[in-house]
């Protein structure tokens, strides 16, 4: 064992695959090369990290960051920026930009421009769309891919798998884990009189009500075991499929998010009208307690934060006219963390669904244990510390968050990327140094 190290995270409790304890990390050249307490000799840097709990980097598996074609909502640079302010240190970020993420030609256009702009680690998806269906074999194992995502109802946005036999041909294309948005167009398109001009945004969830998830859940799962594939169900919000989807797991994982996971129906839409609107919407209570009962449980294997922002203006227009989507990526921590606090979760189970799940289902080289060998992704949090988030904190360029005015308890203190500080105390360190994500599954080393 080398004795000599770049950096070194001294004093703090790790959060690690072996429990939670006090330990020091030694790094060199972006690389976990020791955990636990340190043989070696202090080298470089060195980061004190008492009174510091040491988690992995968190992994974000679900972020719209806009960029070709929406640049006054977010881009690259403003998306990763408040990812690494929330401590998050990688994302997975969605097709439905403009053009469309479903060529090669499209993948290779955003992984240039993130090239040097990011500040967090990144991976694409590209989208399935009717056309393309055939070509996802090769798309998906693309550099700098994540994976392949569909849309089964509309969304923001214009990508759309709407029907069976399209579904079917998506699927059998396809190798690796498919990641769907699960709701029925032919329900959307039935039912669209309620979310009619004028509606109260409280009509959103009754427009988008539980059938039409349920639906296309089913619909999806069926067709999954059929053809043998792995789907991966995102933002799941209804109890009804919770416990569907557990007796699934053969095919299916489940992503949920901390927006269904802390706010209910009605009061969000009588609060905060349509900057609660998103899809599949916010539901009632007892919704919200199924997916807390399916993390419980265990049939959770992620969390992602769906950061879809929208400006105030676009949120301001009048229902239906008001696009779906809220940001999350730099709320996604601490929201959890303070779920912890309020003893929903362990902590242990929380670096499960932020990090340990993510390498599980998706299979990132190096990512996701605070293990040797890994890359030296590291977000240091305090569980101590009680914070109010306001609309100032947030990085994103809309620049308000639905959860404005609460407190938590649990906050990110410190984000470091293969060895390199990128956050501390609230404040960017360094350049942005972002780079792209490899996968066991994708193209080689
Ligand atoms: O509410 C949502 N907003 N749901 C989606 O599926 C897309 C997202 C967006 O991109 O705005």
């Not at 302010?85 to 955003?110: I, Q, R």
């Not at 539980?210 to 799962?221: D, G, M, S, W």
């Not at 919407?281 to 879809?308: K, T």
């Not at 940001?327 to 601490?334: D, E, R």
Request: glycine letters at 10%; a negative charge; charged letters at 25%.
């Amino acid at each position: 064992m080398s004795t000599s190290y770049d950096l070194v995270i001294r004093g703090g409790t790790l959060v690690t695959h072996d429990g939670i304890g006090p330990g020091d990390v030694g790094v060199r050249d972006g690389r976990i090369v020791e955990v636990g307490q340190l043989r070696g000799a202090d080298g470089g840097e060195v980061i004190d990290a008492t009174g510091l709990h040491v988690l992995p980097g968190i992994i974000d598996t679900q972020v719209h960051f806009r960029e070709p074609g929406n640049e006054h909502k977010e881009d690259l640079e403003s998306g990763t920026r408040a990812a690494v302010m929330g401590g998050v240190t990688a994302v997975f970020e969605m097709p439905n930009t403009n053009p469309l993420t479903t060529t090669e030609d499209a993948l290779n256009d955003k992984l240039a421009r993130a090239d040097g702009r990011a500040w967090s680690d990144y991976a694409f998806y590209v989208g399935a769309t009717t056309d393309n269906a055939e070509s996802l074999r090769e798309l998906e194992t693309l550099p700098g891919c994540c994976g392949i995502k569909i849309f089964m109802g509309s969304s923001t946005g214009s990508l759309l798998v709407p029907d069976d036999d399209s579904l079917r041909r998506v699927l059998e294309s396809c190798r690796r884990r498919v990641a769907v948005h699960a709701e029925d167009e032919e329900r959307l398109k039935a039912r669209s009189h309620i979310a009619a001009e004028g509606a109260h945004p409280r009509a959103h969830p009754d427009w988008r009500d539980v059938e039409t998830a349920f639906n296309a859940t089913r619909r999806l799962i069926s067709l999954a075991e059929e053809l043998r594939r792995r789907v991966h169900v995102l933002h799941v919000t209804t109890a009804d499929e919770a416990a569907y989807l557990a007796e699934h797991k053969d095919v299916a994982s489940v992503e949920v998010t901390p927006q269904h996971l802390t706010l209910e129906a009605p009061d969000c839409y009588e609060r905060l009208g349509a900057f609660a609107q998103m899809n599949p919407p916010i539901r009632e209570a007892h919704h919200r307690e199924g997916l807390w009962n399916a993390i419980a449980q265990g049939v959770v294997d992620v969390i992602g934060s769906d950061h879809a922002p929208h400006t105030r203006e676009e949120k301001d227009q009048v229902y239906p006219n008001t696009p779906s989507g809220m940001p999350g990526v730099q709320t996604l921590l601490p929201l959890m963390l303070n779920h912890v606090s309020e003893g929903r979760l362990s902590l242990l189970r929380l670096t499960d669904l932020l990090c340990e799940g993510p390498n599980r289902l998706f299979g990132i080289v190096g990512k996701g244990r605070l293990a040797v060998g890994y890359d030296a992704d590291v977000t240091l949090v305090d569980l101590a510390a009680s914070r109010e988030i306001t609309d100032d904190w947030v990085a994103a360029k809309c620049g308000w968050t639905p959860f404005a005015g609460m407190t938590v308890t649990g906050w990110p203190v410190g984000t470091i990327i293969r060895g390199r500080s990128v956050m501390r105390d609230g404040q960017l360190m360094n350049e942005p140094s972002g780079q792209v994500m490899r996968f066991y599954e994708g193209a080689g080393p």
